[in-house]
Antibody
Framework: AVQLVESGGGLVQPKESLKISCAAS????????MYWVRQAPGKGLEWVAR??????????YYADSVKGRFTISRDDSKSMVYLQMDNLKTEDTAMYYC??????WGQGVMVTVSS | DVVLTQTPPTLSATIGQSVSISCRSS???????????LNWLLQRPGQPPQLLIY???RLESGVPNRFSGSGSGTDFTLKISGVEAEDLGVYYC?????????FGGGTKLELK
């Protein structure tokens, strides 16, 4: 069965950094574009970042709200995707989901940015 | 950026009732490759989103056929033919034709 499992969330202070991870299994990870999507408490869904596959040079894309602060990466040998989040702001507080082409979703990991 | 406007924001239904949700885009979602990348998701309370419909009208594997999608260009509709209790939650349309990928604001389906 397909599984996506996020980890690494927690409470951090503004301007600090955090790296969250997503472990994939049950599908050919190296062939799949991967996304991070977030949801602030009580709010809707917001796309954050996308990374394509090796044949597409691992091209990355970011929402304007995180560009220059967040970095998405992947390790196909480990079936992992990561989101490095630097200079965090209180408005980055959200549940972060990884997803493969909207079809498979993890349970999410909570990131809280607060002083 | 593409803006997706969902209506209504809240929908009250009885079990067995048929309902429709509209998703209107600020620009055409027809890709140059001929596909229209408009999907529908359902997020049940406390759960991650679940894909229901992709490419406007294609039913995701395992999704009941009481769900159907239609539309083209800028106007899209999700229909539920006979609401069941397990259908309650928030429905989102999402487009991946134009970067950045964007979601509609959501439609909450409640029991009347």
């Amino acid at each position: 069965a397909v599984q996506l499992v996020e980890s690494g969330g927690g409470l951090v202070q503004p301007k600090e950094s955090l790296k969250i991870s997503c472990a994939a299994s049950g599908f050919t990870f190296s062939n799949a574009a991967m996304y991070w999507v977030r949801q602030a408490p009580g709010k809707g869904l917001e796309w954050v970042a996308r990374i394509r596959t090796k044949p597409n040079n691992y091209a990355t894309y970011y929402a304007d709200s995180v560009k220059g602060r967040f970095t998405i990466s992947r390790d196909d040998s480990k079936s992992m995707v990561y989101l490095q989040m630097d200079n965090l702001k209180t408005e980055d507080t959200a549940m972060y989901y990884c997803t493969s082409n909207w079809a498979y979703w993890g349970q999410g990991v909570m990131v809280t940015v607060s002083s | 950026d593409v803006v997706l406007t969902q209506t209504p924001p809240t929908l009250s239904a009885t079990i067995g009732q048929s309902v429709s949700i509209s998703c209107r885009s600020s620009q055409s979602l027809l890709h140059s490759n001929g596909n229209t990348y408009l999907n529908w998701l359902l997020q049940r309370p406390g759960q991650p989103p679940q894909l229901l419909i992709y490419l406007v009208s294609r039913l995701e594997s395992g999704v009941p056929n009481r769900f159907s999608g239609s539309g083209s260009g800028t106007d899209f509709t999700l229909k539920i033919s006979g609401v069941e209790a397990e259908d309650l939650g928030v429905y989102y349309c999402v487009q991946s034709t134009h970067a950045p990928w964007t979601f509609g604001g959501g439609t909450k389906l409640e029991l009347k």
